[in-house]
Every structure is written in C-alpha cells, then in structure tokens.
C-alpha cells in the first residue's frame, strides 16, 4: 500500500519532493498546496491537484503525510496544524528557527501521535558517509578534528534566503546539514561553540560562516560554509590518532594517509626556496600507508521509505527528535557566540 502525501511549498525543493517521493516507489501524491498563483497554475500544467488552501488538504482524510516545503519561518505553524489535522509531517530544514519552536512542534507530535521529522537529506551524501564509514571502522583511531567545509562564489540566493525574518541566512541554510552530519559523526558530549559571520554579500544575514565546535573529549569540529570562495577548499579534512584523510569535493574518494610506523630510521630534510626542514619533511611509504576509500553506496530514497516503514511500524524513524534539538541548540549557541564575540559553553 503507498502512503498518500502532500507537499505544501511547490517551489524549488516542494518540485524534489513531488519528485523523489514518487520515484522512492512507496508514496503517492494526493496534490499539492501554494500561496503562490504561479506555482499553482505550474502543478495544475503538470497535471498535479493543487488544494486551494492549506485547509482543504488537511480536511481530506485519505492524505497520511505532509511535507512541509515553504521558507523556513512558517515551518511550525504548517506542522502543528497538520498534526492537529491527524497528519503525520516531515518539515523542510531547519525544522524550525528556535528550540522553543521545536520543542512546541515535538509536544505537537506527542499530543497528536503523529510521526514529525524533519528532512535531513543531507545524511544520504557519500562524502559525508565516507567520513562516518571512517570513523566507525576505526581504522585510523580517534578523530581528532573533522573539517567540514562547503564553498561557493554566487553570493546568498537572492531570495527570501537573504531575509532575516524568513530565517534567512547560511547559518540556517548549509549550516544545519553540515551541523547535523557532524553531530551524527562525534556522537560524545560538547562543551563550547565558537562562531563568526560574513556580511560579504548580504548584511542582513549571514552569507557565510566559520563554527569551532569543542567536544568535551577534546576533539574539535570545525564547520564553514562560504559563498565568495572562488576557489573552494576541501569538503572534508579529518586528522585522527593514526593517520589523517581528505576529501577534495563531494564527488571524489576519500583519500587516506594511515602511518604504521611512527619513526623513520633516516628523515631526509627537505630544502625549500629559503632554507631546511626536516620536522615538515614528507613521509615515505616505508611509514604510511596511502590509498583512497571506495565510494559509500547511498540511495536517498531511503528517506520516504524510512517515514512509510515508520508509520506501518516495522523501522523507527532515521532523524529522531533529540537529534533536531541537539543540531539546534548548537546553532542557538553559534548565533550567540556571534553576537557576543566569546566563545559559548554549549554543554549538549
Ligand atoms: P522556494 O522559494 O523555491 O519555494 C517556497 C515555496 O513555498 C514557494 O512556492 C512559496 O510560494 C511557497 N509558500 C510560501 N509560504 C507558504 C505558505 N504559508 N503556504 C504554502 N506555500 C507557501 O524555496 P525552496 O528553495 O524550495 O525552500 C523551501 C524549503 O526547503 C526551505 O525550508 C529550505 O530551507 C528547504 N530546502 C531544503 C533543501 C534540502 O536539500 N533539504 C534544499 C533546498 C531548500
């Protein structure tokens, strides 16, 4: 049996959605809803049921699942009625823009029973995946710092992104996959949050931002997304107690540089332009070992399939609501930091 759903948002990503949830080959779509003429008439033209108002569609029984697709400022009010409505809700990232909000919407979902997650999509990537994989094989011994960086040089969207009271911003936008993905890889307790912005493109907003997050253990995450970086840096950068790894761009292998033994009999000293290294000398093999990881298989689909098992009650969702809370509350703590330019305790 497929699960009927309805996306609310028929813009760039409400089109993913209407999209991918078929193609997940578990749901099927009851139509769609929009405050926008424009994209109304676009559904309609592709043959999709546009609902005339959010009303209508929580009113028909036969929709089980809401997905909430808008700018991220009407997140909480689209899934608390939904769940009021008997509608089960998977929420557009950032879930919501406070951890206030959210825990309104997670008592929303306890009040009701309804299923609540939010669209963590970016947990299907598979340079992130690599990373994981690495970790969790233990290969190179504890993760000392994970670098994760995501650049682009269009500046912030033009869009309702750029606009403080829709939740714009880069923090909310990017901020909240890479946070999350790195809350999924250190899952240890964090002690303090350091955060800055840039105003490069947009002063309202961030329109990029570079996150220190310090783990209780002493491992430091350090996430930043950029939007004037013509050239961009590494995606993923990870130095662990046996060795270190990177990752170039989202589509390359994990390379791998594990040391197997710590001395070398003879360091030859490197002779740069003005003078003599041997502490920065490269290693040889005869200490390291250098290959690249095979690409993790990943099929996003599982998302829909995931929420469809959830709600016949044979899996439990994969984004769990102390999830959502952690991630957020790390990014209360960034926009704290920012305003008072201190380092925040952040002990989660
Ligand atoms: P968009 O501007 O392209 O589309 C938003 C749509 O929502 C518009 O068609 C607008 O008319 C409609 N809308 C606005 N308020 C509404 C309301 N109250 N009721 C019904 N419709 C309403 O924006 P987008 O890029 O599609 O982003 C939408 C959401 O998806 C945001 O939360 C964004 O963060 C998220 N998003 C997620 C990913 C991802 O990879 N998970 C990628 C892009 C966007």
Not at 7 to 19: C, D, I, K, L, P
Not at 59 to 65: G, P, Q, R
Not at 234 to 248: D, E, L, M
Request: glycine residues 8%; contains cysteine.
């Amino acid at each position: 049996m497929k699960h009927k759903l309805c996306v609310v948002g028929f813009g760039g990503m409400g089109g993913w959605h209407v999209n991918h949830a078929l193609k997940s080959d578990v749901v099927e779509l009851a139509g769609i809803v929009d405050i926008d003429e424009a994209k109304r008439k676009k559904a309609r033209d592709m043959g999709i049921r546009v609902y005339e108002t959010l009303a209508d569609a929580l009113a028909d029984e036969s929709i089980e699942i809401i997905t909430i697709a808008t700018p991220n400022d009407v997140h909480e009010e689209i899934a608390i009625a939904a769940m009021e409505a008997g509608k089960n809700v998977i929420s557009e990232k950032p879930v919501t823009l406070s951890c206030a909000s959210l825990l309104r919407m997670i008592d929303a979902s306890n009040r009701t029973g309804k299923l609540f997650t939010v669209h963590q999509n970016r947990r299907w990537d598979v340079d992130y995946l690599a990373v994981k994989q690495l970790k969790e094989s233990g290969e190179l011994g504890k993760l000392l710092t994970v670098e994760s960086r995501i650049h682009g040089s269009r500046g912030i969207p033009s869009d309702w992104r750029g606009i403080k009271r829709f939740g714009g911003g880069m923090l909310y936008d990017w901020g909240i996959h890479l946070i999350d993905q790195i809350m999924q890889i250190f899952t240890q307790k964090t002690s303090s949050v350091y955060c800055t912005f840039d105003h490069i493109t947009n002063n309202e907003v961030d329109d990029g931002f570079k996150l220190t997050i310090t783990f209780e253990d002493g491992a430091t995450a350090y996430v930043e997304v950029g939007t004037y970086n013509f050239v961009a840096m590494p995606r993923f950068y990870v130095r662990a107690k046996n060795g270190s790894a990177i990752i170039t761009d989202w589509t390359k292998n994990c390379e791998v540089v594990k040391c197997k033994a710590w001395h070398e009999s003879d360091v030859v000293p490197v002779q740069t332009a003005a003078g003599l290294t041997k502490t920065m000398a490269p290693r040889d093999e005869i200490t390291t070992d250098t290959y690249k990881l095979d690409i993790p298989k990943s099929d996003v689909h599982d998302y829909y399939r995931n929420i469809c098992a959830t709600l016949e009650g044979k899996a439990e969702q994969i984004v769990k609501h102390d999830e959502m809370l952690r991630v957020l509350r790390v990014i209360e703590a960034a926009f704290k930091s920012v305003e008072t330019g201190n380092v925040v305790k952040c002990e989660l």
